[in-house]
């Protein structure tokens, strides 16, 4: 720790990088049991969101600004809560892989564009298909995690399509 301290305070001339980002780990790391504990919290917190939201749509007058708030507040919570798991570091590198690039900026553009058609354009039919949007893609970039389950969702449609 006096390490640390004299690294962050410029008094440490030594070069070594390592040092800082160990401590930093050293510092921020959790147990498996909190980390899981963490996950089911965070991911059931977005589920919960996401539910209220599609309840809060029929609300007259501000439901379809609640129902975008709370249902990409959920996504949001329910992406977040992999980064017990996995750590922020690790999971910012998984979603930027070729695998789930795709999956990635699908979901995040539909994030965005779900609140602004909440927030500026007032198009409940837009929101909702943003909404499936987020939805599709998330599932989508979920499945990239199970080794071949994508390939068992395409040969699935490709079975009930033909």
Known sequence: M???KRVLSGQDSNDDTNVLSEAVSDATSLGWGTRVKGFIACFAIGVLCSI???CLLWVPRNGLVLFAVFYTLGNISAIGSTLFLMGPLKQMKKMV???RAIATAVMLVSLILTLCSAFWWKNKGLAVLF????FFAFAWYSLSF???ARDAVKSCFSVCLS
């Open 131 to 134: 909404c499936i949007m987020q």
């Open 52 to 54: 209220l939201g599609v």
């Open 146 to 148: 199970i080794p071949f």
């Open 97 to 99: 892989e070729p695998t």
């Open 2 to 4: 006096d390490k640390l």
